[in-house]
């Protein structure tokens, strides 16, 4: 009986491990995706960043000049767009040495103003003519204020002749043209070697008695 009874848990072991090989094994269970590890994939790049705008750079203060209408008007600081009397300044540049002492001025006024003297030819260059001021006209042109400019208190131009007016104009050296004539601007330009003044005209008429 006590045989018997081994041979039958012998018998249970060998079919509990016949099951256990015929059962099949789960090749179609779907693997974790978070588990998958692929040789091309890359990391992603991060996205370029926007590029920085560049600093303004700060604004240029504006020059300022000392100006007076005529020789022993009033003097007056002055920056493009100012005015003095019947003129206003449009252009003023400032050039500096390398210690920072003014070596040139250019001003430029613009303006409808009307003055008496008269015409010449002009010594250096062959075709131009020079207009001089009367004295008593001198006070209502522009002068830059500073001393170290000798040449500062000019009274003679350059003209700038419209062609129409050029063309009826001739005077030989040594000659002059007494006359009045109207201008819409005077250009005062000034340095240590040179420099030379201008008058830009629109009209020119016989003299006043």
């Known amino acids: 009986m006590k045989k018997l009874f081994i041979f039958f848990l012998a018998s249970l072991f060998v079919l ?18 978070s588990l998958i590890v692929s040789d091309s994939s890359e990391p992603e790049e991060p996205l370029p960043s926007e590029p920085e705008e560049p600093a303004s750079e700060p604004e240029k203060e504006a020059e300022i000049m000392t100006f007076a209408l005529g020789l022993d008007g009033d003097t007056v600081s002055l920056a493009a767009g100012d005015t003095l009397g019947d003129w206003r300044l449009e252009k003023l540049e400032i050039s500096r040495d390398p210690s920072g002492e003014i070596s040139i001025i250019d001003a430029d006024f613009s303006g409808n103003v009307v003055l008496n003297g008269y015409i010449e030819r002009n010594n250096m260059l062959e075709y131009a003519y020079d207009f001089v001021v009367s004295e008593e006209d001198r ?21 700038s002749i419209p062609d129409d007016i050029g063309d009826s104009l001739y005077l030989d050296f040594g000659e002059k043209l007494d006359c009045k004539i109207t201008v819409s601007g005077c250009s005062r330009s000034f340095s240590y070697t040179e420099g030379a003044d201008g008058l830009d005209i629109v009209k020119i008429e016989p003299a006043e008695p």
């Open 16 to 33: 509990s491990l016949a099951s256990c090989d015929d059962e099949p094994i789960p090749h179609d269970q779907p693997l974790d995706p």
């Open 139 to 159: 006070a209502k042109l522009p002068f830059i204020v500073l001393e170290e400019f000798g040449n500062a208190k000019r009274c003679s131009f350059i003209l």
